[in-house]
């Protein structure tokens, strides 16, 4: 005969077993597929609004200014879900800020943009909220960022040759690839 409490016992342990192969599947699976769904929306946002802005223009070499607002824009219809309140995107003349406000807090990203190789690089990339930035880590929004820009310039078979970045404007130099 067999002592009582061992049934409930064998229970609990295979709902704790069950529990921690869910948990294991949300880490593994979930969260990667949210940082890639992310960064995917961030992506199509930016190369939408940058191609947009010049649209129907036969882009040739040159200077071409981006306005940082209508990607902001562009990138909260993207992603306006889970709290999300609206995203502004600026410039001190050296950093971007992509400031993502929700429920009441705010986290910052920043990076500088450089050309390497003719193509935008998002350097030294941070973020001000650990839980924000663990969800999208901030180098991968800057890979985002990257090649949102670097796809819509290489289309046009141009290669960037500098970068200024304003208060609400990123200038781009290009030349022919």
Same mark, same amino acid.
């Given at each position: 005969?067999?002592?009582?409490?061992?049934?409930?016992?064998?229970?609990?342990?295979?709902?704790?077993?069950?529990?921690?192969?869910?948990?294991?599947?949300?880490?593994?699976?979930?969260?990667?597929?949210?940082?890639?769904?992310?960064?995917?929306?961030?992506?199509?946002?930016?190369?939408?609004?940058?191609?947009?802005?010049?649209?129907?223009?036969?882009?040739?070499?040159?200077?071409?200014?981006?306005?940082?607002?209508?990607?902001?824009?562009?990138?909260?219809?993207?992603?306006?879900?889970?709290?999300?309140?609206?995203?502004?995107?600026?410039?001190?003349?050296?950093?971007?800020?992509?400031?993502? =406000?929700? &429920?009441?807090? $705010? !986290?910052?990203?920043? *990076? /500088?943009?450089?050309?390497?190789?003719?193509?935008?690089?998002?350097?030294?990339?941070?973020?001000?909220?650990?839980?924000?930035?663990?969800?999208?880590? =901030?180098? &991968?929004?800057? $890979? !985002?960022?990257?090649? *949102? /820009?670097?796809?819509?310039?290489?289309?046009?078979?141009?290669?960037?040759?500098?970068?200024?970045?304003?208060?609400?404007?990123?200038?781009?130099?290009?030349?022919?690839?």
């Amino acid at each position: 005969m067999r002592p009582r409490g061992c049934g409930c016992f064998s229970t609990l342990v295979i709902l704790v077993l069950l529990l921690v192969i869910c948990v294991g599947l949300g880490w593994f699976v979930g969260v990667p597929r949210l940082r890639d769904n992310v960064a995917n929306s961030i992506e199509h946002g930016i190369g939408t609004e940058v191609a947009g802005q010049f649209a129907g223009l036969d882009v040739p070499a040159g200077e071409y200014t981006v306005d940082l607002d209508a990607i902001a824009r562009q990138l909260h219809g993207q992603v306006a879900n889970g709290g999300i309140e609206g995203i502004t995107l600026r410039g001190d003349g050296r950093r971007l800020y992509l400031t993502v =406000p929700s &429920r009441g807090s $705010e !986290a910052v990203y920043s *990076g /500088v943009p450089e050309v390497v190789g003719g193509k935008l690089v998002m350097t030294d990339m941070t973020s001000s909220s650990n839980v924000l930035g663990f969800v999208i880590p =901030p180098d &991968r929004l800057g $890979e !985002a960022i990257e090649v *949102g /820009v670097n796809t819509f310039f290489e289309q046009q078979g141009l290669s960037i040759t500098g970068i200024q970045v304003g208060t609400d404007t990123l200038t781009v130099q290009t030349q022919p690839a």
